[in-house]
């Protein structure tokens, strides 16, 4: 069974950081693609950034400067430090790990982004 659980998520004053994190079971973490995407309601689902098995990264242009995104594959973790924070980026985050045409959510994580 696949297994990713987000965490991490909480609520932060404008201008604060977070660090999330996406642990995993089930796969061979190393060979996968993993994502970070998030949701706000009413808005659909979107990429925020990427990272390849090789470590090469993307991200989507709001969080460019802002977010970094990292991965231990000993310890099968996925990362999204996330800094400068706005209230735009109040959303549930979600991890991905992806392989080919094969790909895993994770449940989310909420992050609110408010004073």
């Known amino acids: 069974q696949v297994l990713l659980v987000e965490s991490g998520g909480g609520l932060v004053q404008p201008g604060g950081s977070l660090k999330l994190s996406c642990g995993s079971s089930?796969?061979?973490?190393?060979?996968?693609?993993m994502g970070w995407y998030r949701q706000a309601p009413g808005k659909q689902r979107e990429l925020v950034a990427t990272?390849?098995?090789?470590?090469?990264?993307s991200y989507a242009d709001f969080v460019k400067g802002r977010f970094t995104i990292s991965r231990d594959n000993a310890k099968k973790t996925v990362y999204l430090q996330m800094n400068s924070l706005k209230p735009e980026d109040t959303a549930v985050y979600y991890c991905?790990?992806?392989?080919?045409?094969?790909?895993?959510w994770g449940q989310g994580t909420q992050v609110t982004v408010s004073s």
């Open positions: 991905r790990a992806t392989l080919g045409l094969a790909g895993y």
């Open positions: 089930g796969i061979s973490f190393g060979i996968y693609g």
């Open positions: 990272i390849t098995r090789g470590g090469d990264t």
